[in-house]
C-alpha cells in the first residue's frame, strides 16, 4: 500500500523557518519526480515546487522562489521542504504527492504573530 | 501561466444522475513528449486529494469504470455515468505539462 505522511507543520511567526517532511512507502520512491502543492484554508489547491527523481532537477512557484527549497533522500524514501522567511500567505495545508497521483494527509502550516 | 477554467463552479445532483464537468486551458496540454498532461483529482470533505485520471483519459486502476475523461489541447470534460454518493465533493483538473503546474477552482459536486 502506497503512503505518504507529512510532518513538521506547525504555528510559526512570520520571517521564521520551518521544515516538512514526507516520508514515502510502497513504491519506488527514487522512480518519480515529487511535488509540494497546499491549499489554503477554505481555497482551492496550488503547487509549490518539484523535483526531479534524482534531485538533480527542482522548480519552484516564483512566490516561493529564493525562500522554499525542495529536497529529496531516495535512501530514505524522502522529501522535503525548507521554507524561509515565512509569509502570512504561505498559511496551507501542504500536501506531498508523486507523479504517479498518491497524495499524502496534508500538514498544516501557520504563519502569525 | 497556463490559466485552467473549470465550469460549472458546482453541480447538485441525484444518485443515479449523469456529470459533467469542463476543464479548459489557456493553452495546449500538448507536451512535447506527445503526452498530454491533463489530470483530474477529487477531495471528499475534510480528506486529501484521490487521484481519478492521467493524460486526459486514463483511469487510475481503483476508479470506477463509471467516470470518464476526454478532450485534447485546451479542452478537457470528466464524466459520471451515473453519480453515487460517494462521488461528492471537489473535482479539480490541473495540468502537468508546462511549469508552474497549475489547479482548476475546483467543482463542487453535491448529491440531492
Known amino acids: 500500500e502506497v503512503q505518504l505522511v507529512e510532518s513538521g507543520g506547525g504555528l510559526v511567526q512570520p520571517g521564521r523557518s520551518l521544515k516538512l517532511s514526507c516520508a514515502a512507502s510502497g513504491f519506488t520512491f527514487s522512480d518519480y519526480y515529487m511535488a509540494w502543492v497546499r491549499q489554503a484554508p477554505t481555497k482551492g489547491l496550488e503547487w509549490v515546487a518539484s523535483?526531479?527523481?534524482?534531485?538533480?532537477?527542482?522548480y519552484y512557484r516564483d512566490s516561493v522562489k529564493g525562500r522554499f527549497t525542495i529536497s529529496r533522500d531516495n535512501a530514505k524514501s524522502s522529501l522535503y521542504l525548507q521554507m524561509d522567511s515565512l509569509r502570512s500567505e504561505d498559511t496551507a495545508t501542504y500536501y506531498c504527492?508523486?507523479?504517479?497521483?498518491?497524495w499524502g494527509q496534508g500538514v498544516m502550516v501557520t504563519v502569525s504573530s | 501561466d497556463v490559466v485552467m477554467t473549470q465550469t460549472p463552479v458546482s453541480l447538485s445532483l441525484a444518485i443515479g444522475q449523469p456529470a459533467s464537468i469542463s476543464c479548459k486551458s489557456s493553452?495546449?496540454?500538448?507536451?512535447?513528449?506527445?503526452?498530454?498532461?491533463l489530470n483530474w483529482i477529487l477531495q471528499r470533505p475534510g480528506q486529501s486529494p484521490k487521484r481519478l485520471i492521467y493524460q486526459v483519459s486514463k483511469l487510475y486502476s481503483e476508479v470506477p469504470d463509471r467516470f470518464s475523461g476526454s478532450g485534447s489541447e485546451t479542452e478537457f470534460t470528466l464524466k459520471i455515468s451515473r453519480v453515487e454518493a460517494e462521488d461528492l465533493g471537489v473535482y479539480y483538473c490541473?495540468?502537468?505539462?508546462?511549469?508552474?503546474?497549475?489547479f482548476g477552482s475546483g467543482t463542487k459536486l453535491e448529491i440531492k
Open positions: 493553452q495546449s496540454l500538448l507536451g512535447t513528449s506527445g503526452k498530454t498532461f
Open positions: 504527492t508523486t507523479a504517479v497521483g498518491y
Open positions: 523535483i526531479s527523481y534524482d534531485g538533480g532537477s527542482t
Open positions: 490541473w495540468q502537468g505539462t508546462h511549469f508552474p503546474l497549475t
